[in-house]
């Protein structure tokens, strides 16, 4: 527009401390009360100095176009994430802008969305962002920062993982992005589309592979290890399997734990938790060993 309204209140006189009677005084504070009234009362106004308001921006004059016709999804029914990277030399800052989701699918639509992001392979801690709404296209907006001097980022790679999240707090996996900042810097800022890669689109190994939760409390010094299920297995009798851990600290096995046998099945679903007693001076020493075992035959994984 032409014009754009723009409302001044009245200015207001600074107190003089020299020879201020009483009466001066209360109207002063009375005037200072109000004052402090009208800036609570005004959202998002600007000031000078420290209580002098000196006006509104009527945020309604400038309207911003919904997110999804600014980024749409290209052509295609993939579930897709939308984002951009930038590198900022100067203060060795890696700036990652969460946009939005694109084609979610149907079963996640009245679900709470969650991404966890990662800077591997040193980042240790996600990063989370919680989507502003549900449905097919939820929204993000929010931007991450992490700290990386310029020699690691071309060894660094962005993991975006999407979860959803029931009423009851249950998480699905939806799919993850792995984004190699090799050589992909050069256009810093670029609205991004990735494709998610789902559990499904992950080729299994030739002997097949096992899904793990490791974690680990320092208050009491227990490490926590959860098998849920494997897939792909080569298994060489109808007998069963079951999953062997053994913790060792340097060469030396400290414990060793078994899991419960399952019969029948190519894609067994353990979902089985072990604890191990571990200190925390210890754990850059330790490693896990799993071991897949059927009766007399032995395989690692």
């Known amino acids: ?9 009245p200015r207001f006189m600074t107190q003089n401390h020299g020879d201020l009677k009483n009466e001066e ?28 308001p000196v006006g509104t921006v009527l945020a309604g004059l400038y309207s911003v176009p919904p997110l999804n016709e600014v980024v749409a999804p290209p052509p295609g029914m993939a579930t897709r994430l939308c984002f951009s990277v930038e590198y900022r030399h100067s203060c060795e800052q890696l700036m990652v802008s969460l946009l939005r989701l694109g084609n979610l699918p149907p079963r996640f639509h009245g679900n709470v969305t969650l991404v966890e992001l990662r800077l591997l392979p040193h980042d240790r801690r996600p990063r989370q962002a919680k989507a502003r709404g549900t449905g097919p296209d939820p929204e993000f907006n929010d931007c991450f920062v992490f700290q990386v001097t310029g020699v690691c980022v071309p060894q660094s790679t962005l993991s975006v993982c999407v979860l959803s999240v029931e009423q009851d707090g249950k998480r699905h996996a939806v799919g993850r992005v792995l984004f190699p900042l090799e050589g992909e810097l050069g256009q810093a800022g670029r ?11 992950t080729q299994c190994s030739e002997l097949g592979d096992v899904q793990i939760s490791l974690s680990y409390s320092p208050t009491l010094q227990r490490l926590s290890v959860v098998v849920l299920k494997a897939r792909g297995l080569q298994l060489l009798t109808d007998t069963g399997v079951c999953v062997q851990v053994s913790l060792q600290i340097h060469t030396q096995v400290a414990k060793i734990k078994r899991s419960c046998v399952l019969k029948g099945d190519n894609d067994p679903c353990f ?3 072990m604890t191990f007693k571990l200190r925390s001076q210890h754990l850059d020493e330790a490693c896990l060993r799993f071991e897949l075992q059927q009766p007399n035959y032995v395989r690692s994984g």
């Open 25 to 52: 005084e209360m109207k002063m504070e009375e005037i200072k009360m109000e004052a402090r009234r009208d800036i609570l009362a005004h959202r998002g106004s600007l000031s000078v100095s420290r209580w002098y």
């Open 271 to 273: 979902n089985h938790r």
């Open 191 to 201: 609205v991004l589309w990735r494709d998610l890669e789902t559990e499904d689109d």
């Open 1 to 9: 527009p032409s014009e754009i309204p723009f409302t001044l209140p």
